[in-house]
């Protein structure tokens, strides 16, 4: 208990810091923690017998993320993305190569681990850019992770206290649908909190981006519960003493950062 505690702390200063000290090192910090976590994700998948391509995986996912914060920094062209096609399908030509029994679950988890883990993060990355394409805010990351950050604390105080109907069994025993609703309530108080501190946008707005992360960073639990389950195994890694793996600690994020970009991006623009 004191060592997971020692580790939240440190951990909740690092992910502050990474936030509020410039678009450099925010950029820098989640480029790293989103490469760890794919990586985290091959070596997890490799422990069932599947092969994933890992090296070509790990540099695709690094020029993904590279080009698409490139569009805030340098102002090129959206279409200069598609310069990551080539590499990407290159996955295709490499399996021929291997003498493997199942290519196809090798080519399919190499880009499976793009979509689960890298591009989630390329969306978490575009929120500090949202309110001004070519200018960094602190203000859309950092509610984010209070949001999510009260979302899970509410939903483990609530299931523990008032849980009794378990919301999904089959993937995760303990969740309930107290605890999911207590944590959306605490979810939602934090963003009307927030939106006396960041005032440029409406209370509404705040809220709902605090239903969202709720509904959508439950689901994202869920969906990494799935993963362990399917490879049978507790933690995604063990990177972070007495919490697991970065997956462990993200599985909220990489549902919910997509959704809540969508829904940003088509309010506020």
């Keep these: 208990m004191k060592t997971r505690a020692i580790t939240a702390f440190f951990f909740t200063i690092v992910m502050l810091g990474s936030m509020m000290l410039g678009k450099y090192v925010f950029t820098a910090f989640y480029l790293i923690l989103s490469m760890l976590a794919l990586f985290e994700f091959y070596k997890l998948i490799k422990n069932s ?21 490139g569009l805030h ?14 590499l990407i399908f290159s996955v ?7 003498k493997n029994k199942i290519p196809f679950a090798n080519i399919s988890y190499t880009f499976v681990g793009l979509f689960y883990v890298t591009v989630p993060f390329v969306f978490f990355h575009g929120l500090g850019f949202l309110k001004d394409w070519n200018n960094y805010n602190f203000h859309l990351p950092l509610s984010f992770f ?14 523990v206290k008032f849980g009794k109907r378990k919301l999904f069994e089959r993937h995760s025993p303990k969740k309930s649908w107290e605890g999911f609703f207590g944590g959306m309530f605490t979810s939602v108080l934090v963003a009307v909190g927030l939106s006396y501190i960041f005032t440029e946008n409406q209370m509404w707005v705040w809220v709902g981006m605090a239903v969202l ?26 990177l972070l003493p007495g919490h697991g793996g970065l997956l462990d600690r993200f599985d909220g994020l990489l549902l919910a950062a997509p959704v809540v970009y969508a829904y940003l991006y088509l309010i506020l623009n």
């Design 213 to 238: 992360i709720a509904s959508f960073g439950t689901l994202g639990d869920l969906v990494e519960s799935m993963l362990k389950r399917s490879l049978n195994t507790k933690d995604s890694g063990n």
């Design 92 to 98: 295709f030509v490499t399996e021929l190569y291997k």
């Design 49 to 69: 017998g599947i092969r994933p391509h890992r090296n070509i995986g790990l540099v695709a996912a690094a020029i993904i993320f590279l080009m698409a914060a």
């Design 73 to 86: 920094y340098f102002k090129y062209d959206v279409k200069y993305l598609l310069l990551c096609v080539p």
């Design 146 to 159: 209070l949001m999510l950050w009260a979302n899970d604390t509410g939903a483990y105080l609530f299931g």
